[in-house]
């Protein structure tokens, strides 16, 4: 049985809810997104990453959901800067929900951000790698 | 951190503090420490006499006599006796049973297990603002119908039955009616013989008094035969059997007492402040009020926020305490099935807050309030305003 509750939220939890500092969006000629999840399942995010150099310069992110998956969102997009595309793949969503005490029932939000992340990661490979 | 704005009244009610002084007074005065049913001595017999003056207090209320009214530990209980009781004692009569889809859980799941024991239950659907017509139950009426329940008003949306008018349709045809009264008992005027109500339930803690006790009003004339659920030392006319809890039943009486007193007065303020409340949240874009404009009690507010998921709202109003449904079921993640009831969809329905507003609410109260909603609504809608 869970010992964590719906509303019981960890203190980084409540400090990436509140003070969202990657949430926005971005633009320009370097930069992908990619969308997962819908507003009807309950969660969805948007993942916008601007790329210079095959290194993650910004990341910014619009989410719908729990203070969890805003949180767990939040913390996603600032992972993404300053990694190379390379190591965009090594996000795990394991780590993330561990570090935020985010509850096994909400795992499958999780997923979404990890959609998202991998369609951004394939957006940005075909985009560099027009070709092949 | 600021104290939070309480605006979670048809959950639960602070204690009035003349009714806690009350209880303390009962606790701390030694002759009323005695069982109540120890009549042999002084202190028993004290103690009978301040329960039997909460029951005077109950049943004048409800234009009951005192006789008609039984403790029990709150409206769930007086339920689940109301529902069973009547099943079981009238099943060679019929098994047909006729509710809403609105109801309480408390009458809900006690609905559920009778289906499971045999019996068959007709839930009438309300329309799109929550109202059940006595129309539908004359309807569902059939030759086996035992049983109409409704509850008065309802607890996630505000909104008030015709109790009345199903009191008199359920009256000529001969079957009993059950209302429960949780959150209109004191709040509303309730004169059970001339709405022609068999049972009804209320509790203490939706009008100012303590947790944990209740009353379930039964008819004596003609008796209403009912199957107690808990038996032993034949208390309460044999309707339900333990020791009354003489400083819970006498906080009762007086906060009902003091409901019925300061009704008009509070009906009239409350109804001040749900519309400077509802005037305030017209400000912001997207929002559609759950429920009926009129025929609803001043003290309950539901509104659905478009494009906002319910959770982060919530928690993003930390400084206001209220609930995004009932209170009961508020662990759940289920969107509320009153408001899908009423043709909500799922994301509209778990993007709704109840604001409940009660006799210590202030206006400055009110003022932060929709301030706080307006800022936190226009945030997560900002942060998810390209999403589909």
Known sequence: MENVTQFDYAPEVVQRFVNTLHAGSLDGVNVVNAQAGSRESGASARLWLQVVNQRVKKAAFQGYGCPHFIAAAESLAEWCEGR???????????????QLAIPTSKRGRLLILENALKKAIETLISTHNPSS | MNTPIYLDYAASTPIDPRV??????????????????????????AARGVIEKARQQVAGALNAKPVEVIWTSGATESNNLALFGVAHYHADRGKHIISSKTEHKAVLEPLKRLEKQGYRVTYLKPDEFGIVHPQQVQEAITPATILVSLMHVNNEIGVIQNIGEVGSLCSERQVLFHVDAAQSAGRLPIDVKQMNVDLLSCTAHKLYGPKGIGALYVRRDPVVGLEPLIVGGGHELG?????????????????????????????????????????????????KRNGHATQCVPNILNVAFDGVEGESLLFA????????????????????????????????????????????????????AVAAVSREVTRLRSISASLL
């Open chain 1, 84 to 98: 190379t595309v390379n190591e965009l793949s090594l996000w795990s969503w394991q780590k993330v929900q561990q």
């Open chain 2, 20 to 45: 806690a002084a009350s209880m303390h007074q009962c606790l701390t005065n030694v002759e009323l420490q005695g069982n109540p049913s120890s009549l042999s001595h002084r202190y028993g017999r």
């Open chain 2, 239 to 287: 309707l339900r059997a333990g020791t009354l809890a003489t400083h819970q039943i006498v906080g009762f009486g007086l906060a009902m007492e003091l409901m019925t007193k300061q009704r008009d007065a509070d009906h009239a303020r409350l109804t001040i402040l749900r519309d400077q409340l509802c005037n305030g949240l017209q400000g912001i874009a997207d929002i």
């Open chain 2, 317 to 368: 109003l930390q400084d206001l305490i209220l609930s995004a449904g009932a209170a009961c079921s508020s662990g759940s993640d289920e969107a509320s099935y009153v408001l899908r009831a009423l043709g909500r969809s799922d994301q509209q329905a778990q993007s709704s807050l109840r604001f409940s507003l009660g006799r210590f609410t202030t206006e400055q109260d009110i003022n932060v």
